[in-house]
């Protein structure tokens, strides 16, 4: 079964300075896709950025980019430039690629508070 | 509506309670999930279906949970005589077409259920 691991329980940044959230996953698939959501305390998940696995260019949304290391199993979220309404909750989640069946759920990882100091 | 709408935002229920929840997904979507999510924790699959159908509710957690959307359209979680245990934010989300492709999943802002 595959698994998604947020190790950073909460973390910190200064507003416009750069944060990276980290994000490990288990899986014996080659073809899937990994994403970032944002939860803010309007509880409502937002997609903040979105990555294929059979594409070696990390993907960039504006401010928000990924370092997705297939081998390694990594995938990090860079935010540059942090602003305040940036602070959230950050989901580290995957999906397989196979088509929809039962282990093509999205499954998320604990994840990390964004807090942003001003 | 614009986005995936459920009610009631909060629900208290008292020990033993049956409770309804309800997803109104984006009008036209075919796909509809359902989430349960733990104080602190990450989301958590409980059951999705396409249209009218329930393909998978692998992860509704006893047989007091049950899901319909009998029209396909709206959805019901149905949690019978609740536990502490049940205590949670339910979110619901929903997809125009079959959750096979790189389609995008839009989330209602849940209902956060607690069992005193």
């Known amino acids: 079964a595959q698994t998604v691991t947020q190790s950073q329980p909460e973390m910190s940044v200064q507003e416009a300075e750069t944060v990276t959230l980290s994000c490990t996953y288990d899986t014996s698939e080659s073809d899937y896709y990994l994403f970032w959501y944002k939860q803010p305390p309007s509880r409502q998940m937002i997609l903040v950025i979105r990555q294929e696995a059979y594409k070696q260019q990390n993907a960039t949304e504006n401010r928000f980019s990924v370092n997705f290391q297939k081998a390694a199993k990594s995938f990090s979220l860079k935010i540059s430039d942090s602003q305040l309404g940036d602070a959230a909750m950050y989901f580290c989640?995957?999906?397989?690629?196979?088509?929809?069946?039962?282990?093509?759920?999205?499954?998320f990882g604990k994840g990390t508070r964004l807090h942003i100091l001003p | 509506g614009a986005g995936v709408s459920q009610s009631p935002r909060y629900k208290v229920a008292k020990r033993g309670q049956d409770v309804a929840l309800r997803c109104d997904p984006i009008?036209?979507?075919?796909?509809l999930f359902w989430y349960q999510q733990a104080l602190g924790q990450g989301p958590e699959f409980l059951t999705y279906?396409?249209?009218?159908?329930?393909?998978?509710k692998s992860g509704l957690p006893s047989d007091r949970f049950f899901a319909e959307r009998p029209e396909g359209s709206v959805s019901t979680l149905k949690i019978q005589r609740t536990q502490q245990e049940d205590s949670a934010v339910y979110l619901c989300?929903?997809?125009?077409?079959?959750?096979?492709?790189?389609?995008?999943?839009?989330f209602g802002s849940g209902t956060q259920l607690s069992v005193l």
């Open positions: 279906f396409q249209n009218e159908a329930q393909l998978d």
């Open positions: 989300a929903s997809s125009l077409v079959q959750f096979a492709t790189n389609e995008k999943l839009f």
């Open positions: 009008s036209g979507h075919v796909s």
């Open positions: 989640a995957y999906r397989s690629a196979r088509g929809w069946d039962r282990d093509d759920k999205i499954i």
